[in-house]
């Protein structure tokens, strides 16, 4: 168990629609991380918050956004569904010093049908 | 962050030691070397890491060449659990932590 607690574990939604997924962070890790696996693209870096502050983008989509909360909670808000954002979406967190490890959560499926 | 190339994948026998090569050879001064692995569509898991010297932990060695263009992750006695996709990764880290690129890593498949 990496501490790194991620709902739902799976989520089945239609075309279109919206979904949130919620990641909640090591006790104490301050950076939140979110990734995405799908079968044909791998693990992709979508974004990362650090202290409630986004600090790095990597190749997510318009529709989707992201936030940190000041419990330092996140939450990753994917918009007008398309079924090609099927996939794994997983969630990790560090503590934000440098050097410090990052350890990911089991991750949500998303079926989009 | 510095790309890495990993064989796609590899056998090793239960109970022998799974050695899996990584190569970096445009790897920068400052960036680390890190390891995870993932079981079969779970999350990530950390294994360990380094910059120059070699590193173990209850979990495996990590051997750095001294031009630091290629690491070893050696896992001293394989069993069927440590059967995995295992990810090389080259990273910088910044101040409020560091962001990992993953490539295709390597499906290591241990036997009995």
């Known amino acids: 168990d990496s501490g790194v607690t991620q709902t739902p574990k799976h989520l089945i939604t239609a075309t279109g629609q919206r979904v949130t997924l919620r990641c909640s962070p090591r006790s104490g890790d301050l950076s939140v991380y979110w990734y995405q696996q799908s079968l044909d693209q791998g693990l992709q870096f979508l974004i990362q918050y650090y202290n409630g502050e986004e600090r790095a983008k990597g190749n997510i989509l318009e529709r989707f956004s992201a936030q940190q909360f000041p419990d330092l909670h996140s939450e990753l808000n994917l918009s007008s569904l398309e079924l090609g954002d099927s996939a794994l979406y997983f969630c990790a967190s560090s503590a934000g010093i440098s050097g410090n490890t990052i350890y990911f959560g089991e991750g949500s499926w998303l079926t989009v049908v | 962050d510095a790309k890495t190339t990993q064989p796609t994948s590899m056998d090793c026998a239960e109970g022998r030691a799974a050695n899996l090569p990584c190569n970096h050879s445009?790897?920068?001064?400052?960036?680390?070397v890190y390891w995870y692995r993932q079981i079969h569509s779970q999350g990530p898991q950390y294994i360990i890491h380094g910059l120059k010297n070699n590193e173990t932990n209850e979990m495996a060695s990590l051997i750095i060449t001294e031009d630091r263009k290629s690491s070893t992750l050696i896992l001293p006695h394989a069993t069927l659990r440590d059967t995995a996709v295992y990810y090389c990764?080259?990273?910088?880290?910044?101040?409020?932590?560091?962001?990992?690129?993953f490539g295709g890593g390597t499906r290591l498949m241990v036997k009995p």
């Open positions: 445009t790897i920068s001064g400052n960036e680390y």
């Open positions: 990764i080259a990273s910088l880290l910044y101040n409020a932590g560091n962001m990992l690129t």
